[in-house]
């Protein structure tokens, strides 16, 4: 196995940790988080702070990388995170989830 494998299993492990986390701190299911579906807002908000926690993580996955693993483009993952950014800086319960998540040991 490359460093590269090596690399990828590891992002995709953290993935799982993300969505897991995301899914118990908001209460959205994981199949919805990964679903295509963009109707619900909860859902999207939910697949944004995903986004947020893998690019945060030590490996640094690319915008590519993320939309790649979440069946998403890379603009998709980069306006997430923008809007995780921008929802926290005045949004109460967008700066729970956040925080909860920090507690989890996500850098976001």
Known sequence: MT???KKLNAI???LTKCIDDVSEVTGVKDWEIM???RGFEYACNA???VY???RAHDLEP???QIGRLMNRHHGSVMNGIKAV???ASYDKK???KVKALRERGHRI
Do not use: I, P
Request: charged share 15%.
């Open 85 to 87: 950014n921008n929802l």
């Open 3 to 5: 460093t590269t494998n």
């Open 62 to 64: 690319s915008y590519q």
């Open 35 to 37: 679903s295509k579906s």
């Open 12 to 14: 995709e492990s953290h």
């Open 52 to 54: 947020s926690c893998m």
């Open 47 to 49: 697949r944004f702070l």
């Open 94 to 96: 967008m700066k729970l």
